[in-house]
């Protein structure tokens, strides 16, 4: 499964792992009750996999696209990653489905404490409406992702505090059932 921990609070380079000592490791059923789910799939042959295609059926993930994050591709390359790294949520799930390299999600637990996530070839996470959270790179500075949406998408984020949109007051009575 996806590897994840809690870290620790040191500003120093956030592409490095920031694990506590001795490690926190953080299970996929602690992140369920955060509402954060995950596939295993084949990236390889993400253009044909029936299996993704089955996935994209059941939950609506209509809209698709990929972005390659590396320096020498991605415009506005440091900006982007920037803002990626701001602590924020969206309106609408986030699901990403790394294709190749590697990336952290970070989200919040019911403590506000940080979980990082652990992704690379071949996980397909989402994160639910609402939570904060924030994504970077990690030492290898380089990611392709398939990016899903239900329905259109959305890319805006708002940046912490927006504790008075309607989907986080969701998201917090989501957090207080599970
Ligand atoms: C976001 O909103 O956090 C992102 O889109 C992350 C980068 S896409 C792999
Ligand atoms: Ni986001």
Do not use: C
Not at 65 to 86: A, V
Not at 139 to 147: F, L, S, V, W
């Amino acid at each position: 499964g996806l590897e994840a921990w809690y870290i620790d609070s040191s500003d120093e380079d956030h592409r490095m792992p920031h694990k506590l000592s001795p490690n926190q490791p953080v299970s996929l059923e602690e992140l369920q009750k955060l509402g954060v789910f995950h596939w295993k799939l084949n990236a390889d042959i993400y253009e044909t996999d029936p299996e993704l295609e089955q996935i994209r059926k059941d939950q609506g993930y209509s809209y698709m696209d990929i972005i390659t994050i590396r320096k020498d591709t991605l415009p506005n390359y440091e900006e982007k990653l920037k803002m990626f790294f701001e602590e924020h949520l969206h309106l609408d799930d986030e699901i990403r489905y790394i294709l190749d390299g590697h990336a952290y999600f970070d989200v919040r637990d019911k403590e506000d404490r940080w979980i990082r996530i652990a992704t690379t070839k071949g996980d397909l996470i989402t994160l639910p409406a609402g939570i904060y959270h924030r994504f970077t790179l990690d030492t290898n500075n380089y990611t392709k992702a398939m990016r899903l949406f239900v329905g259109g998408p959305v890319w805006k984020a708002y940046n912490r505090p927006a504790d008075d949109f309607d989907i986080r007051k969701k998201y917090l009575a989501f957090l207080q059932a599970s």
